[in-house]
């Protein structure tokens, strides 16, 4: 944690200030000849202060300086020098009035301090240019620390602005924020409309500069969702720099944002013969390959609950033994963020029955067997990475998905574990189910107006139960069962 210069006070309402006791010789060249000099730093996160009031020390000092030189040289005897504050919004850092009484003696004065000025000694490369402000790197950690400090992200999320913020720097260049214009935010755009996705994971573009990437052929750009997805977190973060005084204004607004149909669906649902293949490949019936390790209990039940629920793969993977709970005498999955979970929004909270065929798998009595193994999780196996509990878990399902065969072509919808939910939600949708009923099952956000969003109730599980139950696939699953994998598979 940064340590707090001396120079650095915060008052009763939490609200910090630049206060610096001046020297007694030059206290005469200040309005009222006073002690110290005071100023608001205008916020109240001590990290953001902590930057403001480097720009007020290092102009001070420069004032100092120049008067300490005038009065060893004797050119000229200044009668009051006001210092206004800083200009958080603007290039300029600070300003001095000089008032010797006649136009003639002011213009004698301000010139006499234009060329003292001049060999001043400063540093051109310091991080709080006079001209420029802090450097970009350094807003960005202040950035990244104040959405931490205030629990704004997790830790995906920070590492998705990171991500963003960092290519800005490796595109521009760690430049002073303040010098950074419309038309280095343009360069920004155009060179990510470029660029390939992931290009740190593939072994052509990782150890190539992003000059290198854009003068290779046939480089498939990244998506117009990831685009805009950057363009946000862009845009965010100068919004932020312009609340707290480090740019005049948010230079993101030059940038068009991709429509969101620009790609098609980023993803699409399973079909039927998919789902055959699926279930019943190796990890359902049949012997066991030969070299094949010990599987864990996620990878068999993992794909079983996401096409039954409609769950997102990080609420399945972070399930506790404790979240299947009888409510109403019905079985149901109790997704919530207590504890170490973590949901994508408040619409995620919700009670999802249980489907009767993951009953009749055995799905109980593997939760059973998890309460008398004393395991709190239901997927102790899984561990918490960026992306919560299911990062792993989603690469398992990926290799066995590309095993049996079922892949997709570049430029095409993907095909991953979420897939499972667009194929739930795209199985009731077929069946005239509402859109509001779909959300309630799979715990999407509804409502636009106020009586939607405040007002509206969540469904009880006796309402959602038969729209669970209306989940039906013309897949042969007969085999599968807990009993089986219990017997073949571990």
């Given at each position: 944690m940064a340590k707090v210069p001396a120079y650095i006070c915060r008052n009763r309402h939490g609200t910090y200030y630049f206060r610096l006791v001046l020297p007694s010789h030059a206290r005469q060249y200040f309005p009222g000849h006073k002690r110290e000099l005071r100023r608001s730093l205008k916020t109240d996160s001590r990290k953001v202060a902590i930057c403001r009031a480097r720009c007020y020390r290092v102009r001070v000092d420069e004032i100092l300086g120049l008067l300490g030189n005038m009065a060893k040289k004797e050119t000229i005897k200044v009668e009051l020098i006001t210092m206004l504050d800083l200009d958080f919004g603007d290039k300029k850092v600070g300003k001095i009035i000089i008032d010797e009484g006649s136009p003639e003696a002011n213009a004698k004065a301000a010139k006499a301090l234009l060329d003292q000025s001049t060999h001043v000694n400063t540093d051109s490369n310091r991080s709080d240019d006079l001209q420029g402000g802090p450097l970009l790197s350094e807003v960005i950690k202040l950035y990244v620390e104040d959405r931490e400090d205030n629990k704004k992200w997790k830790e995906k999320t920070k590492l998705q602005y990171l991500d963003t913020l960092n290519l800005l720097i490796e595109v521009i260049g760690d430049k002073p924020i303040k010098s950074v214009q419309h038309e280095n935010i343009r360069t920004f755009g155009s060179t990510l409309r470029k660029l390939p996705a992931r290009r740190a994971l593939i072994p052509i573009y990782k150890e190539k500069s992003i000059d290198q990437i854009l003068q290779m052929e046939n480089v498939p750009p990244m998506s117009s969702t990831t685009v805009r997805n950057h363009f946000s977190?862009?845009?965010?973060?100068?919004?932020?720099?312009?609340?707290?005084?480090?740019?005049?204004?948010?230079?993101?607004?030059?940038?068009?944002?991709?429509?969101?149909?620009?790609?098609?669906?980023?993803?699409?649902?399973?079909?039927?013969?998919?789902?055959?293949?699926?279930?019943?490949?190796?990890?359902?019936?049949?012997?066991?390959?030969?070299?094949?390790?010990?599987?864990?209990?996620?990878?068999?039940?993992?794909?079983?609950?996401?096409?039954?629920?409609?769950?997102?793969?990080?609420?399945?993977?972070?399930?506790?033994?404790?979240?299947?709970?009888?409510?109403?005498?019905?079985?149901?999955?109790?997704?919530?963020?207590?504890?170490?979970?973590?949901?994508?929004?408040?619409?995620?909270?919700?009670?999802?029955?249980?489907?009767?065929?993951?009953?009749?798998?055995?799905?109980?009595?593997?939760?059973?067997?998890?309460?008398?193994?004393?395991?709190?999780?239901?997927?102790?196996?899984?561990?918490?990475?960026?992306?919560?509990?299911?990062?792993?878990?989603?690469?398992?399902?990926?290799?066995?998905?590309?095993?049996?065969?079922?892949?997709?072509?570049?430029?095409?919808?993907?095909?991953?574990?979420?897939?499972?939910?667009?194929?739930?939600?795209?199985?009731?949708?077929?069946?005239?189910?509402?859109?509001?009923?779909?959300?309630?099952?799979?715990?999407?956000?509804?409502?636009?107006?106020?009586?939607?969003?405040?007002?509206?109730?969540?469904?009880?599980?006796?309402?959602?139960?038969?729209?669970?139950?209306?989940?039906?696939y013309d897949v042969d699953m007969s085999h599968i069962s807990y009993d089986w994998y219990v017997r073949n598979r571990r």
């Amino acid at each position: 944690m940064a340590k707090v210069p001396a120079y650095i006070c915060r008052n009763r309402h939490g609200t910090y200030y630049f206060r610096l006791v001046l020297p007694s010789h030059a206290r005469q060249y200040f309005p009222g000849h006073k002690r110290e000099l005071r100023r608001s730093l205008k916020t109240d996160s001590r990290k953001v202060a902590i930057c403001r009031a480097r720009c007020y020390r290092v102009r001070v000092d420069e004032i100092l300086g120049l008067l300490g030189n005038m009065a060893k040289k004797e050119t000229i005897k200044v009668e009051l020098i006001t210092m206004l504050d800083l200009d958080f919004g603007d290039k300029k850092v600070g300003k001095i009035i000089i008032d010797e009484g006649s136009p003639e003696a002011n213009a004698k004065a301000a010139k006499a301090l234009l060329d003292q000025s001049t060999h001043v000694n400063t540093d051109s490369n310091r991080s709080d240019d006079l001209q420029g402000g802090p450097l970009l790197s350094e807003v960005i950690k202040l950035y990244v620390e104040d959405r931490e400090d205030n629990k704004k992200w997790k830790e995906k999320t920070k590492l998705q602005y990171l991500d963003t913020l960092n290519l800005l720097i490796e595109v521009i260049g760690d430049k002073p924020i303040k010098s950074v214009q419309h038309e280095n935010i343009r360069t920004f755009g155009s060179t990510l409309r470029k660029l390939p996705a992931r290009r740190a994971l593939i072994p052509i573009y990782k150890e190539k500069s992003i000059d290198q990437i854009l003068q290779m052929e046939n480089v498939p750009p990244m998506s117009s969702t990831t685009v805009r997805n950057h363009f946000s977190r862009l845009t965010a973060f100068y919004s932020w720099a312009h609340n707290n005084g480090y740019v005049p204004e948010n230079y993101v607004n030059v940038l068009e944002m991709p429509s969101r149909n620009d790609d098609g669906p980023a993803r699409r649902a399973f079909t039927t013969e998919e789902l055959q293949v699926l279930f019943n490949g190796y990890l359902y019936k049949g012997e066991k390959p030969a070299g094949a390790h010990k599987w864990h209990k996620s990878r068999f039940w993992l794909p079983l609950l996401g096409l039954f629920s409609g769950a997102r793969l990080s609420e399945l993977a972070q399930l506790f033994e404790e979240d299947i709970q009888e409510v109403e005498g019905i079985w149901c999955f109790d997704f919530n963020d207590k504890v170490e979970k973590e949901l994508k929004n408040v619409a995620s909270r919700r009670l999802t029955p249980i489907h009767s065929t993951l009953i009749q798998m055995g799905f109980l009595e593997f939760v059973e067997d998890m309460k008398k193994a004393q395991n709190k999780k239901l997927f102790p196996e899984l561990k918490k990475g960026p992306s919560g509990y299911g990062g792993s878990a989603s690469k398992q399902f990926a290799g066995y998905r590309k095993k049996m065969g079922i892949t997709c072509n570049p430029g095409e919808p993907r095909i991953v574990f979420h897939s499972f939910r667009n194929t739930v939600i795209t199985n009731l949708a077929h069946q005239s189910v509402p859109e509001e009923h779909r959300s309630a099952v799979v715990g999407h956000a509804t409502g636009k107006t106020v009586n939607g969003q405040v007002y509206t109730e969540a469904f009880p599980p006796s309402f959602t139960s038969p729209l669970v139950e209306k989940i039906q696939y013309d897949v042969d699953m007969s085999h599968i069962s807990y009993d089986w994998y219990v017997r073949n598979r571990r």
